[in-house]
């Protein structure tokens, strides 16, 4: 008997988007639905010429159907396994599955590997899940057990982190923990560097994998420099700046958690060097008073916007911030500064910098233009999940 699906329709001319394969259908594109879908089903969606267009999970939210294939077939076990192998293959060839020096990466990157509300991240045989969508988590079971069969004893572990990333009016409520084996290791490498990770209280899957490259760029322009390394985190620019050979290097961060876990990993690192200082305070606050203390400044912060409506604050954020680090690093100075809004344009982030620039009366260069290294891949057809900009500038 063939599987009966909710099936929606799209209004005229709504339907560009989807042909183009972008696998997001919104709320204001409907025209009708031909039924009541529960939160997390599969749906079929037609245009208004009853043209088939895709299948995905539905979802009572702005972005209502994320759709999981654009071929009319119904997304079986077999479907998902040959997603995950897809997804695995493709690191593979990147190097990331036999990599001395490197242990951590992402091994799924929701639509990036076309499996939209998905992110898996590795960690030294731990992968960490995080669910998006309800539809997603509703079949948890079956990606994990893809997982285990494509990884075979690679992974040891799975743990869910999706607790606080569904809908909170959501009818399925998820629960962080274990959903295969469990792995108390929980140090990692990255191009030889030793991390301390906490997938179960730290922030996103426990680390930002998705700076590894650009933190490897810190390390090649630190030598001899005084650094700062501001939104810190756990620490990861401060060590590849202290591997560089920077002459100090300082940590800042509002989180007391944040700057213990960095002063872990410098002890991993550099037992007892006493090049390395952390500091507990407010970005915003510490940026007030550095005049001519650094000539290489870091910043990364936390997504200032995580919605459409939260914008134009935002670029408020990253133009203050900016402007502090610009006039007040030395002459010769090298500032790194990042946004990982997935709503902040790189054209918008780079309108906010430069108008720091011009604020800031200094004379600016570009040295380099950075973005997600290859384990975050970026759909041509999705120029969303290009969400991590970043910008090194020589400042004179």
Known sequence: MATEFVKIVLKSGKDQALKRFHPWVFSGAIKKMYGTPTEGDLVQVFSNQDEFLGIG??????????????????????????????????RKKMGYADNAETNVFRLIHAEGDGMPGLIVDFYNGTAVVQMHSIGMYLIREELVKAMKEVMGDMLKAVY??????????????????????????????????????????????????????????VEEYSQGRDVLNMFCYTGGFSFYAMKGGAKTV??????????????????????????HKSTIADGFEYLKDIQDKYDLIVLDPPAFAKHRNTLPQALKGYKRINTR????????????????????????????????????????????????PTDHPVNIYHPESEYLKGLVLYVE
């Open 57 to 90: 999970h539905y979802q009572k939210s702005s972005i209502t159907v994320r759709i999981v294939s654009f071929v009319d077939i119904v997304p079986d076990y077999d479907f998902w396994k040959s997603k995950i192998e897809s997804a695995w293959a493709y």
């Open 160 to 217: 869910n982190k999706s607790e606080k990333k569904l809908p909170f009016d959501s009818h399925v409520k998820a629960e962080d923990g274990y959903l295969l084996g469990e792995n108390p290791e929980n140090e990692v490498l990255e191009y030889g560097l030793k991390f301390k990770v906490d997938w179960v209280k730290g922030q996103k899957t426990g680390f930002f994998i998705d700076q590894r490259e650009n933190r490897k760029l």
């Open 250 to 275: 300082h940590s800042v961060d509002a989180s007391a958690k944040a700057i213990d876990l960095t002063d872990e990993n410098v002890e991993l690192n550099f037992p007892g060097d006493e090049r």
């Open 325 to 372: 680090a610009f006039e007040q690093i030395r002459k010769g100075g090298i500032v790194f500064t990042y946004s990982c809004s997935q709503v902040v344009s790189k054209e918008k982030f780079r309108e906010a910098v430069f108008s720091a620039a011009a604020i800031s009366g200094r004379n600016v260069r570009i040295l380099h233009q950075m973005s997600q």
